[in-house]
């Protein structure tokens, strides 16, 4: 019966708190600006991830083109703007909207390399035919005779064992 007042005011003391451990000791949490994803890795240096990657003067791929980026070529990015970056190539000086979603943030650790022509492997003999026998020829088969009628005067049946 003591317990129910007890746990009450717990409850009721819990709630009215409120006061943060740092008001507590006289120290008050300064507020921090978290930055949106975009914010945060909008600024940053990318490689294109596609040869010939369009660069537009508008952040619309239907925008007019002012210039392509070979594969791999640097490019700073300083702005997103609906899933289109925009870029400046560290080589050409091109700048543009590029779509955001065919830059690299790295190279890839192995570049591809002009396809090599395959090596060429030593011929082996090849081994004289062996005598292939000849396919039998089919037989012709004879038609099961149909099922006559049991004494009963039915047809026996693949259900009735009997």
């Known amino acids: 019966m003591h317990a129910a007042p007890f746990v009450f005011g717990i409850a009721v003391a819990g709630c009215s708190v409120q006061k943060t451990i740092g008001g507590w000791f006289g120290a008050s949490p300064s ?5 949106t994803p975009q914010e945060s890795s ?14 537009y003067s508008d952040s619309s791929s239907s925008s ?4 392509r980026l070979p594969l791999y070529d640097k490019v700073a990015r300083s702005k997103l703007e609906r899933g289109f970056a925009y870029v400046t190539s560290a080589t050409s000086g ?8 065919q830059l690299l943030w790295r190279v890839p650790n192995t570049l591809p390399t002009a396809a090599a022509p395959p090596a060429a492997a030593p011929r ?35 259900f009735d064992a009997y």
Do not use: C
């Open 64 to 67: 007019k083109i002012v210039g």
């Open 42 to 55: 909008a600024a940053g240096v990318f490689y294109a991830g596609v040869d010939g990657l369009n660069v």
């Open 124 to 158: 082996e003999e090849a081994a004289p035919p062996a005598a292939v026998a000849p396919e039998p020829t089919p037989t012709r088969r004879e038609a099961p005779a149909p099922a006559t009628p049991a004494a009963g005067g039915l047809a026996p049946s693949i």
């Open 31 to 35: 507020p921090t600006a978290v930055p």
């Open 94 to 101: 091109v700048t543009g909207w590029v779509n955001n979603a």
